[in-house]
């Protein structure tokens, strides 16, 4: 394998990128998989990332099998499992990242450009054959759909696993609630990579080069040098044009591509897989969701051979019946395990939408709708309210999107919800499940903030809400209002005797106990470091007051699930 460093990219306005390229060590012309972004090129995933490395190691021997594992990344392809197989791997920082200089903001349309750049600079080169695919979790799929969008010559195909898609609606504000992720993760995960952190940041222990480098800049030519993507989404409750160039135009995007999610990803790592499937214009996509931390299985034999499938059949033009495969490939959760499973479509056409309605007068979830009508009430910062099925008499699968409609008053102009979706076993255990970061995740969320109720009606359906986000209408205190609530898609097979649960409360969902968190985040208490605790955005004048949740009558409060027969 032939490595060079810190290759100049230049940019139509002057400022160089830095890429590192790792090719196959003979002549000839190959595919190249690229990754442009924040997280330093020459940072190893061990160094890096080490409780998530031995995470994966550990249950996954495999990840570190047929590699040294020295040239292996966070979140990108490790160049020794793809080198060997006729490709070159191309990583760049992306502008103010790592190596490269310049002004750092996240997802902006000059990235974009930069990274359309780079695609077309990787296929002129005389190592390639002029096929490029797109391959990376994270922030390394979030930047596809936006760059797909703008319809590179020489992109031919790309992989998005766990990747949002939409600024506004997957990442910085669930149903309108501001989500501080953005605010964390940017301060422990990105700061410390920005270009002139230097010598204070870490050190590439194969090359012996800094690696956000070569410089050391002050603190005040660093904040000088990045955006705040977290105060921009603070300060703009509606969606705008800053959300919207951050997102993907579903029109645009043609290329072919295979979208991964995750079933534990709510908050980030789900959504934009899903409507990526559904929306996009391309006539040839995949749809794959797994389980597992977000980062697992793109690096296991599992996740890998999927991938070489897929690009061998459009980088490498080889005949090896991808062209055959299902569009749908779905890790069907169980209490103890996952079943894979082809299907044709999303959501699947035999799904039995099964509405179950809320009983406020017993607590429960029912086949038919309470005759008379009831309520339950709750103290939106602290407090909720739970509804339960009775038990399962057999054997039943929930997978696909999942929507309450609800009827709702508050005593204050607005009311922040969430829902929450668990799983109990017959003695009143809650069964858990791996979530993309936090280890005890529960089955499903949403979220919706009541002034931001207005519904598109083109798009929405009835499994799938779709709000507009462009004008509040706040509540008249104690009238009530029916609002629709999208939660994220799930599966799980829920056994004979276990009880499904739907709490609505106005706060995160966290349990009185916390587990030990990774990267930048210290614990978990269920919902990972998605939150939504700002104190400007939820403050109590607007967010505090009593709630109510109307049942029966003229208030049908009702939760719709996908039902998949188990024929």
Same mark, same amino acid.
């Given at each position: 394998m032939?490595?060079? !460093?810190?290759?100049?990219?230049?940019?139509d306005?002057?400022?160089?990128?830095?890429?590192d390229?790792y090719?196959?060590?003979?002549?000839?012309r190959?595919?190249?998989?690229?990754?442009?972004?924040?997280?330093?090129?020459?940072?190893?995933f061990?160094?890096g990332y080490?409780?998530?490395?031995r995470?994966?190691?550990?249950?996954f021997?495999?990840?570190?099998e047929?590699?040294?594992?020295?040239y292996?990344?966070?979140?990108?392809?490790?160049?020794?499992?793809w080198?060997?197989?006729?490709?070159?791997c191309?990583?760049?920082?992306?502008r103010?990242?790592?190596?490269?200089?310049?002004?750092?903001?996240?997802?902006?349309?000059?990235?974009?450009?930069?990274?359309?750049?780079?695609?077309?600079?990787?296929?002129?080169?005389?190592?390639?054959?002029?096929?490029?695919g797109?391959?990376?979790?994270s922030?390394?799929?979030?930047?596809?759909?936006?760059?797909?969008?703008?319809?590179?010559?020489?992109?031919?195909?790309?992989?998005?696993?766990?990747?949002?898609?939409?600024?506004?609606?997957?990442?910085h504000?669930?149903?309108?609630?501001?989500?501080?992720?953005?605010?964390?993760?940017y301060?422990?995960?990105v700061?410390?990579l920005?270009?002139?952190y230097g010598?204070?940041?870490y050190? =590439?222990p194969?090359?012996?080069?800094?690696?956000a480098g070569?410089?050391?800049?002050?603190?005040?030519?660093?904040?000088?040098?990045?955006?705040?993507?977290?105060?921009?989404?603070?300060r703009?409750?509606?969606?705008?044009?800053?959300?919207?160039?951050?997102?993907?135009?579903?029109?645009?995007?043609?290329?072919?591509?295979?979208s991964?999610?995750?079933?534990g990803?709510h908050?980030?790592?789900?959504?934009?897989?899903?409507e990526?499937?559904v929306?996009?214009?391309s006539?040839?996509?995949?749809?794959?969701?797994?389980?597992l931390?977000h980062?697992?299985h !793109?690096?296991?034999?599992?996740?890998? +051979?999927?991938?070489?499938?897929?690009?061998?059949?459009?980088?490498?033009?080889?005949?090896?019946?991808? =062209?055959?495969?299902?569009?749908?490939?779905?890790?069907?959760?169980?209490v103890?395990?996952?079943?894979?499973?082809?299907?044709?479509e999303?959501?699947l056409?035999?799904?039995?939408?099964?509405?179950l309605?809320l009983?406020a007068?017993?607590?429960?979830?029912?086949?038919?709708?309470?005759?008379?009508?009831?309520l339950?009430?709750y103290?939106?910062?602290?407090?909720g309210?739970?509804?339960?099925?009775?038990?399962?008499?057999?054997?039943?699968?929930?997978?696909?999107?999942?929507?309450a409609?609800?009827?709702?008053s508050?005593?204050?102009?607005?009311?922040d919800?969430f829902?929450?979706?668990?799983?109990?076993?017959?003695?009143?255990?809650?069964v858990?499940?791996?979530?993309?970061?936090?280890?005890?995740?529960?089955?499903a969320?949403?979220?919706?903030?009541?002034s931001h109720?207005?519904?598109?009606?083109?798009?929405?359906?009835?499994?799938?809400p !779709?709000?507009?986000?462009? +004008?509040?209408?706040?509540?008249s205190?104690?009238?009530v209002?029916e609002?629709?609530?999208?939660?994220?898609?799930?599966?799980?097979?829920?056994?004979?005797? !276990?009880?499904?649960t739907?709490?609505?409360?106005?706060?995160d969902?966290?349990?009185?106990?916390?587990?030990?968190?990774?990267?930048?985040?210290?614990?978990?208490?269920?919902?990972?470091?998605?939150?939504?605790?700002d104190p400007?955005?939820?403050?109590?004048?607007?967010?505090?007051?009593?709630?109510?949740?109307?049942?029966?009558?003229p208030?049908?409060?009702?939760?719709?699930v996908p039902v998949?027969?188990r024929?």
């Open positions: 032939v490595i060079e !460093y810190d290759v100049p990219v230049r940019m306005d002057g400022v160089v990128l830095r890429a390229v090719r196959p060590a003979r002549e000839g190959f595919p190249v998989l690229l990754t442009h972004g924040p997280y330093g090129k020459n940072l190893p061990q160094v080490r409780h998530q490395w995470i994966m190691v550990q249950n021997p495999e990840v570190a047929g590699s040294t594992c020295r292996q990344n966070w979140e990108v392809p490790d160049p020794e499992k080198v060997p197989e006729g490709y070159v191309v990583r760049v920082d992306s103010g990242a790592g190596r490269s200089p310049g002004v750092l903001d996240i997802f902006s349309p000059r990235e974009m450009q930069d990274m359309y750049a780079c695609i077309e600079w990787a296929a002129a080169q005389p190592w390639s054959n002029g096929k490029v797109l391959s990376g979790i922030y390394y799929a979030i930047n596809q759909w936006l760059v797909a969008g703008m319809q590179p010559p020489h992109l031919v195909a790309m992989c998005a696993w766990e990747g949002a898609a939409d600024s506004y609606r997957d990442w504000r669930h149903g309108g609630i501001l989500s501080t992720f953005t605010d964390s993760w301060r422990g995960q700061h410390p920005q270009h002139g010598a204070r940041g050190v =590439d194969v090359t012996g080069l800094l690696v070569p410089e050391t800049l002050p603190d005040d030519e660093l904040a000088r040098n990045r955006t705040d993507p977290f105060q921009e989404a603070r703009r409750e509606l969606l705008d044009d800053w959300y919207q160039v951050r997102s993907a135009d579903w029109s645009r995007v043609t290329v072919p591509f295979l991964a999610g995750n079933w990803g908050g980030l790592h789900l959504r934009g897989n899903v990526a499937f929306q996009a214009a006539a040839e996509k995949w749809l794959e969701i797994h389980g931390e980062w697992t !793109y690096y296991t034999n599992y996740g890998l +051979e999927l991938q070489k499938r897929f690009f061998d059949y459009y980088l490498k033009g080889e005949r090896n019946g991808w =062209d055959r495969e299902a569009r749908v490939l779905l890790n069907v959760r169980h103890d395990g996952f079943e894979f499973r082809r299907e044709g999303w959501p056409a035999r799904t039995r939408w099964t509405r309605y009983n007068a017993s607590g429960t979830l029912d086949s038919e709708p309470p005759a008379r009508q009831g339950r009430e103290e939106a910062m602290r407090g309210v739970t509804f339960r099925t009775a038990p399962f008499q057999e054997e039943t699968e929930i997978t696909g999107p999942l929507a409609k609800l009827f709702v508050s005593t204050t102009r607005d009311a919800l829902l929450v979706v668990q799983l109990f076993d017959p003695e009143g255990r809650e858990t499940f791996q979530g993309a970061l936090d280890p005890r995740g529960p089955i969320q949403g979220w919706l903030r009541a109720r207005k519904l598109d009606p083109e798009r929405s359906t009835p499994y799938r !779709y709000h507009t986000h462009d +004008e509040l209408q706040p509540l205190p104690h009238e209002y609002v629709d609530v999208e939660i994220w898609p799930t599966s799980i097979v829920v056994p004979p005797g !276990y009880t499904l739907l709490t609505i409360q106005g706060h969902f966290e349990r009185p106990d916390q587990v030990a968190g990774v990267g930048p985040w210290r614990a978990f208490r269920g919902s990972g470091p998605f939150l939504h605790n400007w955005d939820r403050r109590p004048e607007l967010y505090g007051g009593r709630v109510r949740v109307y049942t029966g009558g208030t049908p409060s009702s939760l719709l998949v027969p024929d």
